[in-house]
């Protein structure tokens, strides 16, 4: 799998310190939801930093964008959210991944669960399944700190209200003002409300910090869901922001 070059052609905000990247790139193959790409800069000494970042959109061409969350003590994640500007040029290798994938032929129930910029491939989902003819019912399970740590805010108020992919979400330490119920994490009361049912049969993709997917996969098979019908894409310190 070779580099290419991508060019930088729209960027913008989702939090405080996160943003999102719109790259073309010639010859671009196309990818699945869930897959990611590694970029790598390159220093004027010649050092090198590669990172993998997950596809936020839907297929469509040569382009698609990559939401980067910036880490304090980040190589890479510092420049591509406060440096980068449309014009810029990127080297990318991708897409890569076939395991953490959804195809919109798949007929079965689809539950997403998302810990904080877990959400990122999670999204590609949704947003193909919004534009394919795909008829497959989606859930998404959304755990994120606060309000003002959500990416996609407007795009997942919208999803909300329209429809067809149901939005839930656990907010784990402040919630929004007039939210019912108190700030708390995913648990086993959670799964069985915003998740199908195990009966039917449906396939799970978690992603997130490798606590909360090991203790979201945990909660699942507990639940009675087939452990082989859940996917899991998991992200520490130095993995990226997949």
Sequence with gaps: MSWRVATVT????????????????????????????????????????????????????????????ELPDGEVSPY?????????????????????????????????????????????MVRTRLTSHSRAPMRLLVSVREPAALFYRSELAAVEKAGPVEVTYAWTRTTPEGWPSPAGRVDAALVARAAWPPDLGATHYVCGPTGFVEAVAGLLTDAGHDARLVRTERFGPSGGNR
Excluded: C
């Design 10 to 69: 729209a960027n913008h905000p989702e939090t405080s310190t996160a943003r999102t990247l719109q790259l073309v790139v010639p010859g671009w193959p196309g990818h699945v939801p869930g897959q990611h790409v590694d970029i790598r800069l390159t220093a004027p000494d010649g050092y090198t930093a590669t990172r993998s970042y997950s596809i936020a959109s839907a297929p469509n061409g040569h382009t698609f964008e990559v939401t980067v969350d």
């Design 80 to 124: 591509l959210v406060g440096e980068v500007v449309a014009g810029d040029k990127l080297e990318v290798r991708g897409p890569i991944g076939g395991w953490f994938v959804w195809r919109p032929e798949q007929p079965e129930p689809v539950q997403l669960v998302a810990g904080g910029s877990g959400l990122v491939p999670l999204m590609a």
